[in-house]
């Protein structure tokens, strides 16, 4: 969960999986769409399908793997995680790099690098290696992991009251707050959809399962396709859910930041002329399969713009009622969950 995601956004979805999945026999025997609803909100979901075949793997072996190459053979464990929990749990003398142990091992030997660079946590982790106290890997990485994050900082270190600063070079040579070196700043490209909100006459709300593959990999979201405009999107909306749509209003416009692109969304309120051929009908209050943060905000404006038009006498279907949604589209319409690429 800690990939790419801060800690405090983390905190509270960790407790309520391990609520959900005390232990990894629990977690192997669930259902796939019961992992990504817990994971909902947190992004890079990927993450969490994998960790999902990690468990069955686990199962299917009856034994947690010990070593850090063990670990890296299950789905989704990268060279860090691998190392880490090797050494910590398992207490095998490897040297786990993370980007706080990198930038301190970076300034220690005084190397003017990115922290990327190959052969720059190649010299970290063999100059680390060399001091790991045999038996004590765990707490050696776990001390490194912690002064990164409290002491040698990536902006402003603290060096006057850093434990190692008569072993640093960085230090010495006035140059900590140079290492690691920026990365050059990257523009990520911008790309256009337009989803449909599509509502039967109970008001239940068309969704579509996305490809494994794709955005929101196995998560439910409004029919959507890249386009920049209704009638550009027609067409392969129609592929997508079998049936023409017909525009009745525009509703909202939002931005989403995905790892490699921003994407502006823009949500138009549609008709199917048929009964779709794809998805699936679900109530907003309830929808009861795992959707990612922007659908999630957009159906909870939905139970309030019905919560309002029911005590109202609106209904659901009136000008006012959808007016009033879109004139409080500032929730969904910032739909930023803890960390990117949602």
């Known amino acids: 969960m800690l990939q790419q995601t801060r800690t405090e956004a ?9 609520k959900a999945f005390p232990t990894v026999r629990h977690l192997a025997r669930a259902r796939e769409q019961e992992v990504l609803r817990l994971w909902a909100g947190l992004g890079y979901y990927a993450r969490a399908r994998a960790l999902h075949r990690a468990a069955k793997e686990i199962l299917r072996r009856r034994a947690f793997p010990t070593t850090a190459a063990e670990w890296r053979r299950l789905p989704g464990v990268g060279a860090y995680t691998a190392a880490a929990v090797a050494s910590i749990a398992f207490g095998e003398d490897v040297v786990a790099l993370d980007s706080n142990v990198v930038r301190v091992g970076l300034r220690l030997l005084g190397l003017q690098a990115k922290a990327s660079d190959a052969w720059a946590r190649a010299a970290v982790e063999a100059a680390l290696h060399k001091v790991l106290p045999p038996g004590l ?3 050696f990485n ?3 992991m912690d002064l990164g994050a409290t002491v040698c900082l990536p902006r402003s270190p603290r060096c006057k009251v850093c434990p190692l600063q008569r ?12 290492i690691p070196v920026p990365p050059p700043p990257k523009d990520k490209p911008f790309r256009r959809f337009v989803a449909a909100l599509v509502r039967d006459p109970s008001g239940r709300v ?3 399962q996305q490809p494994p593959g794709g955005l929101w990999g196995c998560l439910w979201t409004l029919p959507y396709v890249e386009a920049s405009s209704w009638q550009e999107a027609r067409l392969p909306l129609f592929r997508l859910v079998g049936t023409h749509l017909e525009q009745v209003k525009s509703l909202l416009r939002f931005s989403h930041s995905f790892t490699h692109f921003t994407g502006e969304f823009h949500v138009v309120s549609a008709r199917c002329t048929q009964p779709p051929s794809a998805g699936r009908f679900v109530r907003p209050q309830r929808p009861g399969v795992a959707l990612p943060a922007p659908t999630a905000r957009l159906m909870r404006a939905l139970v309030t713009e019905q919560s309002t038009a029911s005590r109202g006498g609106i209904s659901s279907g009136s000008t006012r009622t959808n007016g009033s949604w879109r004139s409080r589209s500032r929730t969904p319409a910032d739909p930023r969950s803890p960390g990117k690429g949602r």
């Open 137 to 139: 890997a765990g707490d």
């Open 206 to 208: 068309l969704v579509l």
């Open 167 to 178: 072993f640093c070079e960085a230090y010495v040579r006035g140059t900590a707050n140079r």
């Open 142 to 144: 776990q001390a490194l």
């Open 10 to 18: 983390v905190a509270r979805y960790y407790q309520s999986f391990l």
